[in-house]
Nanobody, 122 residues
Framework: QVQLVESGGGLVQAGGSLRLSCAAS????????MGWFRQAPGKEREFVAK???????YYADSVKGRFTISRDNAKNTVYLQMNSLKPEDTAVYYC????????????????WGQGTQVTVSS
């Protein structure tokens, strides 16, 4: 079992920044991949970013160059630094754990956090 708790969401103006955190517990954090997804009202949940156990990173085209995913294995925490935020980034953001080190589809992730709301005003 893995427990995930997100924090850091909030309301920000367009062009601003936020940093999301996701604290993990229950398994050896350094051995599995972590991802961030988001879901806007009326839309499907979509992939945002992934960081592998090896620290290799991957991003959705919509956030590339603006968002940075990172991890601190000593703190069992993954981060999502979001810069140059746009109103279209407004969504509930979820972190997720991929224990089998698979891909970018939400059904390839084994555990999910409760989500944190990010709202970007224009």
């Amino acid at each position: 079992q893995v427990q995930l708790v997100e924090s850091g969401g909030g309301l920000v103006q367009a062009g601003g920044s936020l940093r999301l955190s996701c604290a993990a517990s229950g398994r050896t954090f350094s051995t599995y991949d972590m991802g961030w997804f988001r879901q806007a009202p009326g839309k499907e949940r979509e992939f945002v970013a992934k960081i592998r156990w090896s620290t290799a990173t991957y991003y959705a085209d919509s956030v590339k160059g603006r968002f940075t995913i990172s991890r601190d294995n000593a703190k069992n925490t993954v981060y999502l630094q979001m810069n140059s935020l746009k109103p279209e980034d407004t969504a509930v953001y979820y972190c997720a754990a991929d224990l089998l080190r698979r891909g970018y589809n939400s059904d390839e992730y084994d555990y999910w956090g409760q989500g944190t709301q990010v709202t970007v005003s224009s």
